[in-house]
């Protein structure tokens, strides 16, 4: 029986979910704010209290490592090992693509599922994985020109989903591509954070960072 908490402020808004043995024990509380780190102390507390739950009782803390966000991550992933520090419990670290890509289960185990992340201009974060979420094209740091899957459509029918597929969907005319509008949030993690805890794939706490693809840079003033 393991109960987790499952945190993600990595793409749009922020959410958080407790689960046990995989299964949602309450409602996913999601928010829109710009203040994550203001929310999401105060919605973890409302979050167990709903459901009855203490801190103490949790076997795990899972969070959205990345990419995404810069100040997302930073949020979620200080927010998770503080927790983790305090409870002394297992810290799940999930690949944002990973994610994105578990929330879509495709009947036909050719199709191809590549989640995009906006980086802003023409620059996407993404990976392609297979149905069984193997990974077929490692994350990445990639700038969309309309042939970016060319030989991969030639052969597959692909799922393209999340913020940054619009601007690729405008590109792109490919009779073996599908666009998804599903919008990821913590609730996505619940089936990924079980495996990870059964397998005990934990992070270091001491060492774990986010995962931002690129480095982040800022322009001198």
């Not at 930073?74 to 305090?86: I, P, T």
């Not at 069984?132 to 799922?159: R, W, Y």
Request: hydrophobic share 45%; aromatic share 8%; net charge negative.
């Amino acid at each position: 029986m393991a109960l987790i908490l499952h945190i993600d402020t990595a793409v749009e808004g922020s959410s958080v979910c407790v689960a046990e043995d995989g299964r949602l024990t309450a409602p996913v509380l999601t928010t829109s704010q710009k203040d994550q780190s203001g929310w999401l102390h105060t919605s973890i507390s409302e979050l167990m209290e709903a459901s009855n739950l203490s801190l103490n009782q949790l076997d795990a803390v899972a969070v959205t490592i990345g990419p995404g966000s810069y100040t997302g991550l930073r949020v979620g992933l200080s927010a998770a090992k503080g927790l983790c520090f305090a409870l002394q419990t297992p810290l799940i670290a999930i690949n944002t693509l990973e994610v994105m890509a578990s929330s879509h289960q495709p009947g036909d185990r050719n199709v191809l599922i590549c989640p995009m992340i906006d980086a802003r201009r023409m620059e996407v974060f993404t990976a392609v994985y297979d149905a069984s979420l193997k990974v077929i094209m490692a994350p990445c740091a990639m700038i969309l020109n309309g042939t970016n899957f060319d030989q991969l459509l030639s052969e597959h029918k692909m799922i393209f989903s999340g913020n940054g597929s619009p601007k690729w969907q405008k590109v792109l005319s490919n009779p073996n591509a599908e666009f998804s509008d599903a919008v990821m949030t913590a609730g996505d993690m619940v089936r990924l954070a079980a495996k990870y805890y059964a397998d005990k794939r934990f992070a270091d706490l001491a060492y774990t960072e986010p995962f931002y693809v690129k480095e982040f840079y800022s322009p001198a003033h």
